[in-house]
């Protein structure tokens, strides 16, 4: 199976962008389904969006919906999380998820991927 390598966390102001990378290991990335969940401090982690194998299926939580954009790129085994205008409620530890079976419009109501990487750390100050 894959393995997951995230990046591009770090301390930004509010209103600030970033762009969070998860490199994946292994021939198969590409027929994985993808996506991105993220935890705050003392909260449950939760579905933040997610990708089908092809890039044009994409799903995102509401809180993050017009702000946040995740596209993959197969050749690269990567996948992206595009953040614009975020806000200190975004700050929490985003984490990649990877699953081979569970089609895009479950991954909301899931927190049981198959594969997780070990999660980057985003920051956004008042």
């Known amino acids: 199976q894959v393995q997951l390598v995230e990046s591009g966390g770090g301390l930004v102001q509010a209103g600030a962008s970033l762009r969070l990378s998860c490199a994946a290991s292994g021939p198969t990335f590409s027929s994985y389904y993808m996506g991105w969940f993220r935890q705050a401090p003392g909260k449950e982690r939760e579905f933040v969006a997610a990708?089908?194998?092809?890039?044009?299926?994409?799903v995102y939580a509401d809180s993050v919906k017009g702000r946040f954009t995740i596209s993959r790129d197969n050749a690269k085994n990567t996948v992206y999380l595009q953040m614009n205008s975020l806000k200190p409620e975004d700050t929490a530890v985003y984490y990649c998820?990877?699953?081979?079976?569970?089609?895009?419009?479950?991954?909301?109501?899931?927190?049981?991927?198959?594969?997780w990487g070990q999660g980057t750390l985003v920051t956004v100050s008042s």
């Open positions: 990708i089908n194998w092809s890039g044009g299926f994409r």
């Open positions: 998820a990877a699953d081979p079976l569970l089609p895009t419009s479950s991954w909301p109501r899931s927190t049981s991927l198959k594969v």
